[in-house]
């Protein structure tokens, strides 16, 4: 339930918005739960037809929005398994832990920092004393089962640019400020995953390292926090369901010069979607050291050789995908009708447009599946036959297709279609000539872009 402070951030969620978003998107196809024949493996979802495309979109997004749309950054994808030495050297090994209790009464094992004192099992306020617990997930390469066959899956993925910081530089020719993005799986062996998606054991991220010249390590960290903040409000959370939070000094990790979260209003309250963190000198420092070599900067113009500064924009794709659905979900009338919608962005939209013939007569198939051949080289498609035009209506609405094209008997004289617009409802004629373009123009209107010439 949303405390006092939030409550009018988010004045029209049902109660239960939870849920419904968890229910509809076991029934829809967005995500199931992992090993569910076999009851289930805890804390491991599986993501269906619509939620692998969802969740494809949000990567998609953010990569477009990281990388293709700049000059300054370029992408990498690095490995999951790592050798110990990596994650000597970032600290994790030491220190990427979590303080563990176990509850003295009803001897269930909590994260410390998360549960206030109070038991969230039984009530029981008295704890044993706090052990660190390291999250990183230990396995063995190879057939030996040895200390010296020890790896690690990743608890996250920034380390991959740290250790190829040298490689992207030799094979780019980029000079700070510039940065290196990875999206991928990371694993941690969370005390107490919650939340549906919010916290699992296995998950994907964002992340992008941006590395700079000392002296613009501030200047750089505001920008991000900016770019960052901007990018979820332009995929459409409403801004009053986001907020940076401002580290205080005493969270601040020993190296950073300043971090602040991303946090989006959950069901249960504001919580982190993204941290941004000015990380200094300390990460490439750390493997230059471990590792003996050199990774800094030479600015041949000036003869200067430096370590560069690192500003990262920390994101998770799974949880921020949650958050998406969360903002989306919808519940309003349509004709005196109740119904359920779903107002994803376009660009995030499992299906961008349903191709639906408005009876199953075999007169309308071939109009129709041409028409969607047209469209599928450019927008995701889905192709629905069953029940009324209402009820496929309704449930293209429940999964958040922005633009249903319906092909009916007119459509075999004039060559012309219906498309109908998700959040209003309303009804366009449109050629079918004229439908990628018409398309196109609706879905650029979408991001704020000019309608495309002619159309
Ligand atoms: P928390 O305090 O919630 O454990 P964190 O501050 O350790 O998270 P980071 O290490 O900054 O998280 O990771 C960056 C992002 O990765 C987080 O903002 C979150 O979106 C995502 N993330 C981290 N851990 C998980 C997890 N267990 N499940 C899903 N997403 C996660």
């Known amino acids: 339930m949303p405390d006092a402070e939030t409550a009018g951030a988010a004045p029209d969620r049902p109660d239960d918005l939870m849920e419904k978003v968890v229910g509809l998107c076991k029934r829809r196809g967005f995500i199931f739960q992992s090993a569910e024949i076999y009851g289930g493996f805890r804390s491991t979802y599986d993501y269906g037809p619509l939620g692998v495309n969802l969740l494809r979109n949000v990567k998609n997004a953010w990569w477009r929005s990281m990388v293709q749309l700049r000059d300054d950054v370029v992408g990498i994808d690095a490995a999951i398994l790592g050798p110990p030495a990596v994650w000597q050297a970032s600290g994790h090994l030491a220190n990427f832990t979590d303080p563990l209790v176990d509850c003295l ?6 994260r410390e920092d998360k549960i206030d004192g109070v038991c969230p099992a039984c009530g029981g306020t008295t704890f044993t004393e706090p052990r660190a617990f390291n999250l990183m997930f230990k396995t063995h390469a190879g057939p030996v089962e ?7 899956l990743r608890p996250e993925t920034a380390q991959g640019m740290f250790v190829n910081f040298a490689n992207v530089l030799q094979t780019t020719r980029k000079k700070p400020p510039f940065g290196i993005a990875q999206v991928g799986k990371s694993f941690r062996n969370e005390i107490t995953p919650q939340n549906f998606v919010f916290r699992t054991r ?39 369901q986001l907020r940076l939070r401002h580290h205080d000094p005493d969270e601040l990790s020993h190296y950073s010069a300043g971090t602040a979260d991303v946090e989006f209003l959950f069901p249960w309250g504001w919580d982190e979607l993204e941290g941004i963190a000015n990380r200094t000198d300390f990460d490439l420092k750390a493997h230059a050291a471990a590792s003996g070599e050199r990774l800094e900067y030479f600015d041949q113009a000036s003869g200067e050789r430096y370590v560069p500064h690192v500003i990262e924009p920390a994101a998770g794709a799974t949880r921020t995908m949650m958050a998406f659905l969360l ?23 499992p299906y961008q447009v349903a191709v639906l013939p408005l009876s199953k007569k075999d007169t309308l198939e071939p109009v129709a599946r041409e028409v969607l051949g047209m469209l599928q ?53 449109v050629p079918i000539a004229d439908l990628v373009g018409h398309l196109q123009a609706r879905f650029a209107a979408s991001e704020g872009a000019e309608p495309a010439p002619g159309s």
């Open 327 to 349: 903002a989306a979900y919808a519940e309003d009338e349509v004709g005196g009708e109740a119904r359920t919608v779903l107002r994803l962005h376009p660009r995030l939209a």
């Open 146 to 152: 040895d200390e010296g066959a020890v790896a690690y």
């Open 202 to 240: 296995e998950f994907e991220q964002m992340e992008m390292e941006f590395f700079v010249p000392p002296d613009e390590g501030t200047r750089w960290f505001e920008y991000w926090l900016g770019e960052r903040f901007r990018w979820y409000t332009d995929l459409g959370i409403p801004e009053a």
């Open 377 to 429: 080289p450019w927008l995701m498609c889905d192709y629905d036959v069953t029940q009324s035009i209402g009820r496929r209506y309704r449930r293209q609405d429940e999964v958040g297709t922005p633009w249903c094209v319906t092909v009916d008997f007119d459509t075999l004289e004039d060559r012309a279609v219906t498309v109908r617009d998700r959040d209003t409802t309303d009804q366009v004629r």
């Open 105 to 110: 009464s009803c001897h269930q094992r909590w």
